[in-house]
């Protein structure tokens, strides 16, 4: 049994964050959405519900969507992480970013990170082959500004698909 | 929120032996159900979390008309394995009705089998009346307003759901679940897994303190059966079942030959339609077969107010999709 903790409430964490390695002591209970946030000022990636309910705090680890919010920092030890300050290379924003700005896919902006990180993966995992398929692999992210139809058609564009 | 010491695990049977000894440890897999009432509703207050997901329980293998899946693959992972599209794609509708892609790649799927109620009264620590969390303090959802609650295997005591999909089709295929614990490994159907609320809603199933799924095995049925996943729900996507039924038919010159049916969002465990297989099992393929099974399947429900419309959507539910499986509508 490796015990990275020692008999109390800490950890010690190396996280694999935009490709920079980052070490961390933390309480135990600090989830990665915090850990970004409040110990690496990545504040990019939002804090909804903070429940596992609306989809704001979506990023990748080890390439996969996964929810910042109901994952400790503890479990993701020498992982991968990719938030959405991650995804612009070379000062140029990545295609989705592009592309939402765009289509004007948002309004008040917060859940927008999320959208965006939700939809890279998306277009990875092969779900944007129509726009009802788009919308089922979308529907872990809520905009209660109700800029869906913009996301979509920005999703859309990208998968190229051009306008249906 | 008590703090919490985190362990790694790196090896099966030494976590068993260190959740096993100690009564305040709990496991610690995908998370979206216990980091949810740990972190966020502070129902649950383990006084150390295991975390099991570095352990070597991922593999998917097909031997013998059994797919044996590990209790860490993701939803996600097993929804896309071909053998499960071919052979049991109702498994794979099921996993892909629930939660949202995000969950799907955290949640495992021997935490689906644990995961927890979404009753409301359970998950909110300023009601005092829950037999789940508190035994013997009274049921605030039998009193108050209750929806998204059980009506088959429920109780003065206790009406909270066992919300999962993959559930349903999993227990009409007889999937066995495979545990590990101090004293070595055993295996539990996943029909006798569960146990009913009676009157200790706080015990759920048979798995002893420190016991962990570490397989299950799904019996893979006879060539030529058809089956299929209908869930009905209050929103098109990303939300729990208000009825839900899975079904595999064998059909043979129209008649019924071989029946397996599900139901799930109204038993307080994954509810296995027996009753009504027996009413399916070699009759025609044929509309007053499937009203008949529904009859049968609902024979005996226990109601609250907020409750009672789901008896008849239960029904339809069941008839259309047996109407979907078999190809007959009338």
Redesign the interface.
């Known amino acids: 049994m490796e015990n990275t903790v020692s008999a109390d409430t800490h950890v010690e964490v190396l996280l694999r964050v935009n490709g920079r390695a980052r070490r961390l002591r933390l309480d135990s209970r600090v989830t990665l959405l915090d850990a970004l946030r409040d110990e690496l000022d990545l504040t990019g990636t939002k804090k909804g519900c903070d429940q596992g309910a609306c989809g704001a705090c979506t990023v990748l680890l080890d390439g996969k969507r996964v929810l910042s919010c109901l994952t400790l920092a503890a479990q993701c030890e020498g992982r991968g992480v990719t938030s959405i300050e991650g995804l612009a290379a070379d000062g140029r924003l990545h295609p989705v970013q592009e592309a939402f700005i765009r289509h004007d896919g948002f309004q008040c902006g917060y859940c927008t990170p999320g959208q965006i990180m939700s939809a890279v993966a998306l277009l990875q995992e092969g779900r944007a082959g129509s726009d009802e398929e788009i919308r089922e692999f979308m529907s872990g992210n809520l905009c209660r500004c109700g800029a869906y139809p913009n996301i979509v058609a920005a999703i859309r564009e990208v998968a190229g698909r051009g306008s249906e | 929120?008590r703090?919490?010491?985190?362990?790694?695990?790196?090896?099966a049977a030494?976590?068993v032996a260190?959740v096993s000894a100690d009564p305040q440890a709990e496991y610690?897999a995908g998370?979206?159900t216990e980091?949810?009432l740990v972190?966020?509703d502070g129902v649950v207050e383990p006084g150390r979390?295991v975390?099991i997901?570095r352990l070597p329980l991922r593999g998917i293998t097909l031997a013998e008309d059994t797919l044996r899946v590990g209790a860490l693959v993701t939803m996600?992972e097993l929804a896309a394995d071909a053998t499960v599209s071919e052979r049991v794609p109702f498994v794979r509708e099921a996993l892909l009705a629930g939660?949202?892609?995000?969950?799907r790649?955290?949640a495992t799927i021997g935490g689906n089998l644990l995961q927890r109620t979404r009753c409301r009264y359970f998950r909110d620590s300023t009601v005092m009346a829950c037999n789940k969390r508190t035994p013997g303090s009274g049921c605030a959802a039998v009193r108050g307003p209750a929806r998204m609650h059980a009506i088959l295997g429920a109780s003065d005591h206790c009406i909270a759901l066992h919300a999962s999909d993959l559930c349903v089709p999993l227990v009409a295929l007889d999937t066995v679940v495979d545990i590990q614990g101090v004293d070595g490994a055993r295996s539990v159907p996943l029909t006798r897994f569960y146990v009913l609320p009676g009157e200790r809603p706080d015990i759920e199933n048979v798995l002893q303190h420190g016991e962990l799924i570490t397989q299950i095995r799904i019996p893979l049925p006879p060539g030529g059966t058809r089956s299929g996943y209908l869930k009905v729900r209050d929103r098109?996507?990303?939300e729990f079942a208000l009825t839900s039924a899975a079904a595999a038919l064998l059909i043979e010159d129209g008649t019924i030959v071989r029946a397996r049916l599900a139901l799930g969002g109204v038993g307080t465990m994954p509810w296995r339609a027996r009753e009504a297989e027996e009413v399916l099992c070699g009759a025609p393929a044929a509309g007053r077969t499937f009203r008949a099974a529904a009859e049968a399947a609902l024979d005996d429900p226990f109601t609250v107010a907020g409750t009672a419309f789901k008896i008849e959507l239960a029904k339809r539910t069941i008839v259309r999709i047996l109407q979907t499986v078999s190809g007959v509508q009338s």
């Open positions: 929120m703090p919490f010491e985190y362990v790694r695990a790196d090896d030494a976590a260190l610690l998370g979206t980091l949810d972190l966020k979390l975390d997901t996600e939660a949202s892609p995000q969950l790649n955290m098109a996507s990303y």
